[in-house]
């Protein structure tokens, strides 16, 4: 019993029919791509069969977006962060040294054998 409430069904998307005699890659990459956009729309399908329902409402009650984005709310105080500076645990947009000096001999030791004709 359902009163005013349309049931929603999920139906696949239509795929285009090539016209063109491609190569079997490209045949390939377009069901691919066919697959996957099918794919995508019946997540969105079920998201708004979600939304109709109200079942995002509960999430939104349960499951409080944070202000600044982040998806798990981290309990960090200033002695963390301190003990990771000290251990050398480097966040964005910080220099790490070892890793620039590994990466940089790296860099020249590939350059030196492919120079040196090394196979």
Do not use: H, R
């Not at 795929?15 to 729309?41: F, H, K, R, Y």
């Not at 981290?74 to 790490?96: M, S």
């Amino acid at each position: 019993m359902q009163s005013g409430k349309q049931m929603m069904t999920i139906q696949p998307v239509p795929t285009p029919v090539a016209t063109t005699s491609a190569g079997s890659w490209m045949q390939q990459g377009n069901q691919l791509l066919n697959n996957a956009l099918n794919a995508w729309a019946q997540v969105e399908q079920i998201k708004a069969a979600k939304s109709a329902s109200g079942g995002d409402q509960v999430s939104k009650q349960t499951q409080p977006e944070l202000s600044n984005g982040a998806g798990v709310q981290l309990d960090t105080t200033a002695q963390d962060i301190a003990k990771q500076k000290a251990a050398g645990v480097t966040g964005f947009g910080e220099i790490n040294y070892k890793m620039l000096a590994f990466a940089s001999g790296a860099l020249v030791l590939g350059l030196v054998l492919k120079a040196k004709g090394f196979k």
